[in-house]
């Protein structure tokens, strides 16, 4: 009839106009994660509501509107892994930088001490500045932040006892590089394959008793980010390439 006709018609304009939306939403969204959800959610029930459109547009109609939801689908998550991977690089900046820090107290003399303490904090405020609208964790992030605070104020004083604390926490930290690379499957330095040898045995009867690994390795890879200690190049490396493999930055 020409009433039903008349609908279809009705219906296949809010249904261009839900594929206009869609397709223009990249550009006007501007990555922002939860705008494109409600968008997709709000788009998804607007189609299902609307009825029947005339069977000629039906098919090339649909398409359209798959093709527009796959498109923004993959520019959200686009937007989404290139956010991840900022975090991650400012985060391993920062890390880098509490290193730096450390080095300083422990190595440094007076003066070149208290002359790099200005460049680093203003390094470490520019990173702040650039992950000032990120999505990085707010635990991984105030424990960098603790960490570089509590080393650029030891810096500050000269402060012999937390110098000292660098030292003694090597053990701690090298044993806990070595744990984490077998849980994540990542190769150690050839010198440590026997002590390797030797750990594997203890963390799969840990992980045994435990179930999975997963929250083990979360709560040691937080453990060595928080950890003040005084690192070669080689270890720090390692951490890295452990970081990278964890869903800890």
Not at 68 to 79: F, P
Not at 108 to 120: D, F, M, Q, T
């Amino acid at each position: 009839s020409g009433e039903a006709d008349a609908q279809r018609r009705e219906n296949l304009a809010s249904k261009l106009a839900i594929c206009a939306e869609l397709e223009q939403a990249s550009a006007k969204l501007d990555g922002n994660q939860t705008n494109i959800q409600q968008l997709l959610q709000q788009s998804a029930a607007s189609w299902r509501s609307a009825g029947q459109v005339p069977r000629a547009e039906e098919e090339a109609l649909e398409q359209r509107y798959q093709q527009a939801l796959a498109s923004l689908k993959q520019h959200s998550q686009t937007v989404l892994d290139q956010q991840k991977q900022l975090c991650h690089q400012l985060s391993v900046k920062k890390l880098s930088l509490c290193q730096q820090a450390e080095q300083l107290l422990a190595l440094a003399p007076e003066s070149r001490a208290a002359s790099e303490l200005s460049s680093l904090q203003s390094a470490w405020d520019a990173l702040q500045a650039a992950g000032a609208g990120g999505k990085s964790s707010a635990k991984l992030n105030t424990i960098l932040q603790t960490r570089f605070q509590n080393a650029t104020a030891a810096l500050n004083q000269l402060d012999a006892a937390y110098a000292a604390d660098l030292q003694n926490n090597a053990s701690e930290f090298e044993a806990g590089l070595l744990q984490l690379e077998i849980l994540f499957g990542i190769d150690s330095p050839a010198e440590l394959a026997r002590e390797r040898l030797q750990m594997q045995v203890e963390v799969l009867q840990n992980s045994l008793k435990r179930g999975s690994g997963s929250d083990a390795a979360s709560t040691l890879s937080y453990r060595l980010l928080s950890l003040p200690v005084l690192t070669s190049t080689a270890n720090a490396q390692r951490l890295e390439e452990i970081l990278a493999a964890s869903a800890v930055l």
